[in-house]
């Protein structure tokens, strides 16, 4: 889809501070973007990583969608990175305080994957091919 220009997956928070400097440890870079109510990482030419708080968020859904508070700490979504080095994601996650889920194993499509939860929950990735 050549008219996509760039895409940004944003987070729903409940603590943007907190999760701003999760991020920043398991990136292993600073936001490129840190305001009230938004922060944005680069992670790609053509992808970012936001993080909005749910009180924020909450403004925007009015009463058309239930508050996200009431998602906290269930897997709303998973972030899947494919990376060249997955031991070394994998203890970047473990010393950076990413809640273990599944160690590095082999995958029946493909991938060598381990995953771990963000603070509210979200699911991350790393993934190296086979």
């Known amino acids: 889809m050549k008219h996509i220009k760039l895409i940004e997956t944003i987070l729903y928070v409940s603590n943007q501070q907190k999760s701003t400097e999760f991020y920043q440890r398991i990136f292993r870079k600073n936001a490129d973007l840190n305001v009230p109510g938004m922060t944005e ?16 968020i909450s403004k925007i ?3 058309k969608l239930p508050h996200p508070e009431l998602g906290n700490g269930i897997p709303r979504c998973e972030l899947y990175f494919h990376v060249e080095n ?11 305080g990413a809640k273990l889920i599944s160690s590095i194993e082999n995958r ?5 994957v381990c995953y771990f939860a963000d603070l509210d929950g979200h699911v991350i990735a790393f993934a190296q091919k086979i």
């Open 108 to 112: 029946d499509w493909g991938d060598k």
């Open 86 to 96: 997955i031991e070394l994601e994998f203890r970047n996650a473990i010393e950076n």
């Open 61 to 63: 859904l009015a009463d």
């Open 41 to 56: 990482f680069v992670i790609a030419e053509n992808f970012m990583i936001g993080l909005m708080p749910n009180s924020s």
